[in-house]
């Protein structure tokens, strides 16, 4: 498994470490709204579980997760990113991209349904546990936030993560917000 995040932090997500990063993607139930044509009025959405390995069986995947819907990088560079480099994606043997985030589905859908986002498809992880199960949880309650998700992506191949990018620095209540190895573009290139 590869790791590629800042140097400073490579030792503390390495095998032996207390913060040792999972190889095999947890499964977790996630509540997601998916459209139903028999249902009238203007919500046609109704509640449908989905597990972990419902997203990822029998496919290579990227799953991204990020602080939060509506918010300036995740809007305007990440998600957009990821949805504009998908067919680049799908060259390197890309199935699917995921964008998951610490917010509910009816969040989620309409952030997507505002993006404009064809190619991308949202995972709702509104409790928190997948991003907690993946070591990645932080409190971002100085910006009002409470428990979120760090910004990391991961490569996985039918569950098994073959490659994880991390952004540098991550602590709670981090004051900066960073964005590199994260970036659509330098996962592309790593791929």
């Given amino acids: 498994m590869k790791i590629f995040t800042h140097e400073d932090d490579l030792d503390s997500y390495t095998e032996y470490s207390w913060n040792r990063l999972p190889k095999i993607l947890p499964n977790v139930v996630f509540q997601t709204r998916v ?18 390995f419902d997203f990822v069986a029998g496919k290579r995947v990227i799953i991204f997760s990020l ?3 509506f918010t300036p990088t995740c809007s305007t560079y990440q998600l957009p990113g990821f949805d504009e480099l ?6 390197k043997g890309i199935d699917e991209i995921y ?17 404009g986002v064809k190619n991308v498809q949202p ?20 910006l009002g936030f409470g428990i979120r998700s760090w910004r990391y992506a991961v490569v996985v191949n039918n569950g098994n993560i ?14 900066t917000d960073p964005y590199f190895y994260t970036n659509p573009e330098f996962i592309l290139e790593q791929l």
């Fill in 35 to 52: 459209r139903d044509e028999s249902i009238e009025g203007p919500n046609p959405y109704r509640w449908e579980e989905k597990s972990t």
């Fill in 67 to 69: 602080p939060g819907a």
């Fill in 86 to 91: 998908f067919p680049k994606f799908q060259e």
């Fill in 99 to 115: 964008c998951v985030s610490v917010n509910d589905a009816f969040v989620m859908n309409k952030w997507f349904e505002a993006q």
């Fill in 123 to 142: 995972i709702p992880d509104g409790n928190a546990k997948f991003t907690e199960d993946m070591q990645m949880s932080v409190r971002k309650e100085n």
């Fill in 162 to 175: 073959e490659s994880w990018f991390v952004e540098g620095g991550k602590e709670d209540d981090c004051e």
